[in-house]
């Protein structure tokens, strides 16, 4: 895996009111981490868009705090009314008309009430949707633009358009029946499900994960609206106390007393090749200066496509990577990012590194194919693989973020363990894939040593039994009614 990393800046040179230093005004002209990387071709692409890059200077002392990068918009967005009008809010809610969420539906609530989106304050209306769909960002009213590459729209069929009719409320049911929230001041408009698939995910192609269950059954309209959420969202899952919102992130960071905050997203198990490239980033932002760097590990918590690990697996077999010190538990938060999966690689990748923005995470690793997948009916990858942190390094609303590359891990096949990839002696280094992981587990062999740390493996292969298990027993049950 190819890993970038992207920075904002400390507070002292960012304010709302203000035009943001350059990043490199914080880096020490001798700085290993970045000269060593100078070579590399798309720092070319960083000096084009900000020639300040290459003068390096650094302040001999300052002061810093973890929430020290603004989210979008100067202003973090909550949107769970206060316990004194709940009541008062669920009565209004229950004389208007209603719009019933699906799962994923209710994850974008989540998303938006926490403030993953922010400025976004509810579902898009068509003026928001069209910016997202066509340029990837919103404009706000100052002039300025933060970046939004994913439309954030739910979607309701003509009967529900009909029960709406001109009220400019509506109230949100979730799966299991409950009023959850309200939409205000609603705007409905046209769902163009070919135009909005091909636009995000650049085909039509059939087997998309996200489109198949979540946009063709869809209607065919979309209402956007102000959004009001009653209570914060809870899966009831036993893992809520591991969704941190991005004011309880930020707040964590603070009591951390962390000067630098790097976000790290997967939706794998964490294999000795990530906390090789975590560690090493910690170690190089100490090399920078920093006194106190802390990694935000965020697994994804959203819907995922059928062949991923399960969410509840990962985040027990991530804990055993703390438990066995691959990890340093003082230095690691780890929490779960609530988004659904959409699998639309260079589009979506820019969705990822923005709610970590407004999360307060000043740095943001960024792998090889971020976000990416298969093609669904060819045997290729759908996106090219280098596409993703390209478009990182020019997305518009981002533009305060930098990169710095790093190397690729492997597997050392004379080590025996993930090291960083030798071009010298190519041969002798293995690249293990998700897929090739989730193979070993299914399979039952076992990965070279080394690969992951074994309390973690066990987490996988006992999942994969379970499987194989339930497998077994259903196919008995078939047998035994067919006879």
């Not at 809610?93 to 539906?105: N, W, Y």
């Not at 930020?250 to 090749?273: C, S, T």
């Not at 697996?313 to 991530?318: A, D, G, I, L, T």
């Not at 259903?474 to 009614?481: N, P």
């Amino acid at each position: 895996m190819s890993l970038l990393i992207r920075s904002s800046y400390v507070s002292q040179f960012h304010t709302r009111n203000s035009k943001p230093s350059s990043f490199s005004d914080q880096i020490p002209s001798k700085s290993p981490f970045f000269s060593s990387f100078n070579h590399n071709p798309l720092i070319n692409l960083v000096y084009k868009r900000n020639p300040r890059m290459q003068s390096l200077s650094f302040p001999s002392s300052m002061t810093v705090k973890s929430s020290l990068i603004d989210p979008d918009g100067g202003e973090l967005v909550e949107l769970v009314v206060p316990d004194s009008e709940i009541e008062l809010k669920k009565k209004e809610a229950e004389s208007m008309p209603k719009v019933k969420l699906t799962k994923i539906d209710l994850e974008w609530v989540h998303v938006i009430s926490e403030g993953w989106a922010s400025p976004l304050k509810g579902f898009m209306r068509e003026d928001e949707y069209l910016q997202s769909l066509h340029f990837n960002s919103l404009r706000l009213k100052d002039g300025s633009l933060v970046n939004m590459s994913l439309p954030i729209v739910l979607a309701i069929d003509d009967q529900t358009k009909e029960q709406i009719g001109v009220s400019k409320n509506v109230a949100l049911v979730s799966p299991q029946g409950d009023i959850v929230g309200s939409l205000r001041s609603v705007e409905i408009y046209k769902h163009n499900k070919e135009e909005r698939i091909a636009r995000t995910w650049g085909t039509t192609s059939p087997g998309l994960p996200y489109v198949e269950e979540q946009i063709t059954p869809s209607g065919n309209w979309l209402i956007g609206g102000d959004l009001e959420v009653f209570q914060p969202v809870k899966y009831n899952d036993g893992l809520d106390h591991y969704r941190l919102s991005p004011k309880q992130l930020r707040k964590e960071f603070d009591n951390r007393k962390a000067d630098a905050v790097f976000a790290f997203q997967l939706r794998n198990p964490v294999h000795n090749g990530h906390a090789l490239l975590m560690n090493d980033t910690r170690k190089r932002l100490l090399e920078m200066g920093y006194k106190n760097p802390i990694l935000l590990l965020h697994p994804l918590g959203g819907f995922t496509k059928a062949d991923d690990v399960p969410l509840d697996v990962r985040m027990e077999q991530h804990s055993k990577v703390l438990e066995d010190g691959v990890l340093d538990p003082e230095t690691t938060i780890v929490s779960i990012f609530p988004s659904p999966m959409h699998y639309a690689g260079p589009t979506e990748v820019q969705w990822h590194a923005k709610a970590r923005i407004n999360a307060g995470a000043n740095f943001y690793i960024v792998g090889r194919d971020p976000a990416g997948m298969g093609h669904p009916t060819e045997k290729r990858d759908l996106y090219d693989p280098d596409h993703g942190k390209k478009v990182l390094s020019m997305a518009p609303g981002l533009e305060k973020l930098n990169i710095l590359p790093f190397r690729v891990a492997a597997y050392d096949t004379v080590e025996k363990k993930m090291a960083f990839f030798d071009p010298t002696r190519a041969k002798e280094f293995l690249f293990i894939s998700g897929t090739k992981m989730r193979t070993y587990a299914r399979t039952g062999e076992s990965p070279p040593d080394g690969f992951m740390c074994p309390s973690g493996w066990n987490v996988l292969v006992k999942y994969y039994e379970s499987l194989q298990e339930s497998d077994d027993s259903s196919k008995q049950q078939q047998a035994v009614v067919s006879a």
